[in-house]
């Protein structure tokens, strides 16, 4: 059974705890208080971030990195090996308990995945976010840092990999999704719920995530992977496109359980032939692709994401084909890999 944090039980020497800032609504400022949707990205600096938490104080040792200022809809795959950097230089530090990253909503659940996906985490890594700028009524970043750093300081974080921490929940970093445009409560974790929560200094994880998988290297070249969706009368032209253009992976936004409009599936069958993965993920937000129902059909080119969605499936299928370009024409063997994440 975990144990509660509780303020006696904080030691003399408080943990030390990195903060990653990256920008987001987090740093967001807008002209009025009143104004939750009108705003910029991005604009107030981490240490200002961080004075604005005074209790932050009697939880840790705080340093913090000003690693990137965007809006994180402009997020690359530069910044991605920059965060993954910063975060071997931290952990290879002795005494830094944990690492906390904060981060835009938008593409969070990205950054997460490739950070799951690629971070051996023998410290924790907590990637947090706002959903309404840090000068606006009710802001909402303050409280998710200040749990932010809770969660990376706190013992019973340690081995649970990547995880994400806000609106006083804790999900694992493999399933966090943005559900939501607007609301405080915008993530969910579709396929098992959170892990566990916050409640002041109450840290409680109430459910253990996935089994911890041997990372994917952070790549040096990235292979062109893209998403396609599948919806009444599609042309095949973007797939055609994509495959002009070299692309080596397609992740496709499939109806349902995995459907694809058959025009469409011409098309990708196509893109198969000439040794384009092509991954199926579902468009409805929760939920498993079935599985190919022999080697046969998963020969056939239409692999399944699982539950990842689409974005998820996206990042997966961009490390793998990276570590292993091989894997494109061997649908068997990448349907299992896809499997194993
Ligand atoms: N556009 C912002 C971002 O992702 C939205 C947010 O952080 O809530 O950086």
Redesign the pocket.
């Known amino acids: 059974m975990p144990a509660a944090s509780h303020p006696a039980q904080i030691p003399a020497q408080l943990p030390r705890v990195v903060v990653l800032a990256t920008?987001?609504?987090?740093a967001?400022s807008a002209g009025s208080a009143a104004s939750s949707a009108h705003y910029q990205?991005?604009t107030v600096p981490v240490g200002a971030l961080l004075q604005a938490v005074p209790p932050l104080q009697g939880v840790a040792r705080v340093e913090a990195e000003q690693v990137a200022q965007?809006?994180?809809?402009d997020m690359s795959f530069a910044l991605w090996s920059a965060l993954a950097a910063r975060i071997a230089y931290w952990t290879a530090q002795p005494d830094v308990a944990g690492i906390v990253i904060t981060?835009?909503?938008?593409?969070?659940e990205e950054t997460a995945m490739f950070l799951h996906l690629t971070q051996p985490c023998p410290i924790p890594v907590v990637l947090t976010?706002?959903?309404r700028p840090s000068t606006s009524l009710s802001a909402d970043g303050p409280l998710n840092l200040l749990d932010a750093v809770r969660v990376a300081a706190h013992a019973d974080a340690r081995g649970k990999g990547v995880l994400v921490v806000i609106n006083q929940q804790i999900h694992a970093g493999r399933d966090a999704t943005k559900a939501h445009t607007s609301a405080v409560n915008?993530f969910v974790s579709p396929s098992g719920g959170p892990l566990g929560f916050v409640q002041d200094d109450y840290v409680r994880f109430q459910r253990a995530p996935l089994p911890a998988i041997a990372p994917l290297p952070v790549p040096s070249a990235w292979p062109m992977v893209e998403i396609v969706g599948s919806y009444a009368e599609p042309s095949r032209v973007v797939v055609d496109a994509l495959a002009a253009a070299g692309v080596r992976g397609i992740v496709v936004a499939a109806a349902g359980n995995g459907s694809v409009h058959e025009v469409l599936g011409g098309a990708l069958a196509d893109a198969a032939r000439q040794g384009v993965a092509v991954v199926r993920a579902s468009r409805t937000g929760a939920g498993h692709v079935a599985l190919p129902a022999s080697a046969r059909a998963a020969v056939g080119g239409f692999l399944s994401a699982l539950d990842l969605n689409p974005y998820k499936a996206r990042v997966l299928l961009l490390l793998l084909l990276a570590a292993d370009p091989s894997l494109g024409a061997d649908p068997v063997r990448l349907q299992a890999r896809l499997a194993a994440f």
């Open positions: 920008g987001g609504t987090i967001g990205a991005a965007i809006d994180s809809k981060h835009g909503t938008d593409t969070l976010a706002a959903m915008a």
